[in-house]
């Protein structure tokens, strides 16, 4: 399959445990994209990169929340200390760069994050 | 800054009828537009798109949306709706100038058999 995947799929953790989630992209895309889902939400933008440089960061990212894509292929998205109010589905997506690309994204399937 | 708006939270459609789930929309610049499906406990999938051109656009698996530039709406229609239809419908938009979509709140279609 070369789709978009995500690990975990589903994350418990105890309040203030650090998280990582990764993300492996489409090969051929170099644009990455990690959103936040809630529940009655649509996907929330956190961060961009086009290859390994991370170009957006949203404001609902704060300092406990870091993002890495080292050699413009995985991506992880760390949460330190986690709180509950970080609960919520985590999407990775990617598109491609060229002349014809228009921007649709590819997600993955999402890790879903529970804090308790 | 752009923005989308779903109106709906839920639409309700007997199966064999027709289908629309509404999106307007607001931009800066020339707006890509774009629609997606989640189905439960799934990641999101590319429905259609509008970039430029002509303002029907046609997608997967049945699906067309229409471009409203006046009306700033882009509106996903189906002639015949299916039970298998029945998901979580996102309308996006991006600027031009921009790679970043903002999703709208999305809209629950429940087709009714």
């Known amino acids: 399959d070369t789709g978009v995947s995500q690990d975990p799929r589903h994350k418990i953790t105890k309040r203030g445990q650090n998280v990582t989630f990764r993300c492996d992209p489409i090969s051929e895309h170099n644009r990455l994209y990690w959103y936040r889902q809630t529940l009655g939400q649509g996907p929330e933008f956190l961060t961009y990169f086009q290859n390994e440089a991370q170009l957006e960061k949203s404001r609902l990212l704060s300092d406990r929340f870091s993002a890495e894509r080292p050699k413009g292929s995985f991506s992880t998205l760390e949460i330190q200390r986690t709180e509950q109010g970080d609960s919520a589905m985590y999407l990775c997506?990617?598109?491609?760069?060229?002349?014809?690309?228009?921007?649709?994204?590819?997600f993955g399937e999402g890790s879903r994050l529970t804090v308790l | 800054a752009q923005s989308v708006a779903q109106p709906e939270d839920q639409v309700n459609v007997a199966e064999g009828n027709p289908l629309t789930v509404k999106c307007t929309y607001s931009v800066s610049g020339n707006p890509y537009l774009f629609w997606y499906v989640q189905y439960p406990n799934r990641g999101l999938q590319f429905l259609l798109k509008y970039i430029t051109g002509d303002n029907l656009v046609k997608g997967s698996y049945g699906f067309e949306a229409e471009f409203n530039k006046s009306q700033t709406s882009f509106h996903l229609k189906k002639p015949s709706a299916l039970v298998s239809d029945s998901a979580l419908y996102f309308c996006a938009v991006r600027d031009g100038g921009s790679y970043i979509p903002t999703f709208g709140r999305g809209t629950s279609l429940i087709v009714h058999p």
């Open positions: 997506a990617s598109s491609s760069v060229g002349t014809r690309n228009t921007g649709e994204l590819f």
